[in-house]
């Protein structure tokens, strides 16, 4: 019982070093840089190792943007949801924007996941159900924001997800571009829209 969870957890940290070494390189050289090789090196394995843990090299692209793109969503929306605080995953994001830690950081370009996606299907659906999940747990706290007041109640939670995620994916294209596009008056924008219209007041 002790000899199969030692090799289980040896094979796992065996893993997490070829993603973590694939996620310092990809960073450096973008997604299309480092060679298999080269990543194995750099984690101070063989390429037996990695035929051990991933088929190839897109299967190992795909656990580097799962444990990326799904580690930025959870924290950029567990910043707000135990408070159903659309403002705060909003404002978070903006910051993640200016900071530069998104799209990605380093030299991956959002084109390359998406060639990545069309080359892998594992990678495309991957990369669909972080996008559903994000939106699944945005309406729900858009759906809590309105319970609290402070999200608009005439609103159907569901779109305000989709539009948060159009705003995200947009950004992702001008980050690409490199069209001008300031994250934090967009933010505060769009959280105007959202917020809840107060009366007029009576003279």
Same mark, same amino acid.
């Given at each position: 019982?002790?000899?199969?969870?030692?090799?289980?957890?040896?094979? @796992? *940290?065996?893993?997490?070093?070829? /993603?973590?070494?694939?996620?310092?390189?990809?960073?450096? @050289?973008?997604?299309?840089?480092?060679?298999?090789?080269? /990543?194995? *090196? +750099?984690?101070?394995?063989?390429?037996?190792?990695?035929?051990? +843990?991933?088929?190839?090299?897109?299967? =190992?692209?795909?656990?580097?943007?799962? *444990? /990326?793109?799904?580690?930025?969503?959870?924290?950029?929306?567990?910043?707000?949801?135990?408070?159903?605080?659309?403002?705060?995953?909003? %404002?978070?994001?903006?910051?993640?924007? *200016?900071?530069?830690?998104?799209?990605? %950081?380093?030299?991956?370009?959002?084109?390359?996941?998406?060639?990545?996606?069309? %080359?892998?299907?594992?990678? +495309?659906?991957?990369? =669909?159900?972080?996008?559903?999940?994000?939106?699944? %747990?945005?309406? /729900?706290?858009?759906?809590?924001?309105?319970?609290?007041?402070?999200?608009?109640?005439?609103?159907?939670?569901?779109?305000?997800?989709?539009?948060?995620?159009?705003?995200?994916?947009?950004?992702?294209?001008?980050?690409?571009?490199?069209?001008? +596009?300031?994250?934090?008056?967009?933010?505060?924008?769009?959280?105007?829209?959202?917020?809840?219209?107060?009366?007029?007041?009576?003279?």
């Amino acid at each position: 019982m002790t000899t199969t969870k030692t090799r289980a957890e040896a094979a @796992e *940290k065996t893993r997490a070093r070829l /993603i973590d070494a694939a996620t310092e390189l990809f960073a450096r @050289e973008g997604l299309g840089g480092p060679s298999l090789d080269a /990543i194995c *090196k +750099h984690a101070g394995l063989t390429r037996g190792a990695f035929y051990v +843990h991933f088929s190839s090299r897109d299967d =190992l692209i795909v656990a580097v943007v799962e *444990k /990326i793109m799904g580690g930025f969503i959870d924290a950029i929306l567990m910043a707000g949801e135990a408070g159903a605080d659309l403002a705060t995953i909003v %404002r978070t994001f903006a910051i993640a924007v *200016k900071s530069g830690a998104f799209p990605f %950081r380093g030299e991956v370009r959002p084109h390359q996941i998406l060639e990545a996606c069309a %080359r892998s299907p594992e990678l +495309h659906a991957t990369y =669909l159900e972080l996008i559903e999940q994000a939106r699944a %747990r945005l309406a /729900i706290t858009a759906r809590r924001g309105q319970e609290a007041g402070t999200v608009r109640a005439d609103l159907d939670a569901d779109a305000v997800a989709q539009l948060l995620l159009a705003l995200v994916l947009g950004t992702e294209i001008a980050t690409e571009l490199d069209v001008p +596009h300031d994250a934090g008056a967009v933010a505060e924008n769009v959280l105007r829209m959202l917020a809840p219209v107060s009366p007029p007041v009576s003279p």
